[in-house]
């Protein structure tokens, strides 16, 4: 059975500092790797994808991947009472297709 | 059309009844995904389609589900006889113009069965 697990949280943090949000999967063939934000009531929204070992950045967001840890990683610098939400980590080990298998995801409180 | 469609946005019904829930996804995606997603639980894969291809049923949990989409555009999501734990958020999700993993999400039906 391929999971993928997360903490449930709820990680707190106070606003304009660093979020750590942390994500182990077990398939070791697994390809890419994504991180969707859920606000509460609404509907997943992609934020970052990462295919290869190393750091990502796209503006306050970085994703990290490890697949010798097999350990994804997203780090939210400056963070904002606005990314309150909650992050799923989804991991892909089916060819190139939206068939994912998703964590149960980290809430994350920006406290102002 | 601009995002994902989905609807009834929420259905309320009895156990045993039958249900359907309709996908319209972005225009010229390929791809058609299921999602179910129930009280404190991830994301759990249904089933996709793409393109002409047979679709991949393999996350259907039982034979009571059911899915088909009608001239590569809009799917249908049938639940027969509902059980209590078929109560959820089904969610419906595209992707790219050729596919891809990147998902794009509707808003997904809530199901309540009584």
């Known amino acids: 059975q391929k999971e993928v697990e997360q903490n449930s949280g709820p990680l707190s943090v106070p606003e304009g500092a660093i979020a750590s949000l942390n994500c182990t999967y077990s398939?070791?063939?697994?390809?890419?790797f994504f991180w969707y934000r859920q606000y509460s009531g609404k509907s997943p929204e992609l934020i970052m994808s990462?295919?290869?070992?190393g750091d990502k950045e796209d503006g306050r967001f970085t994703a990290q991947l490890n697949k010798a840890s097999q350990y994804v990683s997203l780090l939210i610098r400056d963070s904002q009472p606005s990314d309150s939400a909650t992050y799923l980590c989804?991991?892909?080990?089916?060819?190139?297709?939206?068939?994912?298998?998703f964590g149960q995801g980290t809430t994350l409180q920006v406290k102002p | 059309g601009a995002g994902v469609s989905q609807s009834p946005s929420n259905k309320v019904t009895e156990k045993g009844k039958d249900v359907e829930l309709r996908c319209d996804p972005i225009?010229?995606?390929?791809?058609l995904y299921w999602y179910r997603q129930s009280l404190g639980q991830g994301l759990e894969f249904l089933i996709y389609f793409q393109g002409n291809s047979a679709p991949d049923k393999s996350g259907l949990p039982s034979d009571r589900f059911s899915a088909e989409r009608t001239g590569g555009s809009v799917s249908t999501l049938t639940i027969q006889r509902t059980q209590q734990e078929d109560s959820a958020v089904y969610l419906c999700?595209?992707?790219?113009?050729?596919?891809?993993?990147?998902?794009?999400f509707g808003e997904g039906s809530r199901l309540t069965v009584l």
């Open positions: 999700a595209s992707s790219g113009l050729a596919g891809g993993p990147w998902l794009f």
């Open positions: 225009s010229g995606h390929t791809a």
């Open positions: 398939d070791r063939g697994s390809q890419s």
């Open positions: 990462i295919y290869s070992n």
């Open positions: 989804a991991v892909n080990s089916e060819g190139n297709t939206g068939k994912l298998i």
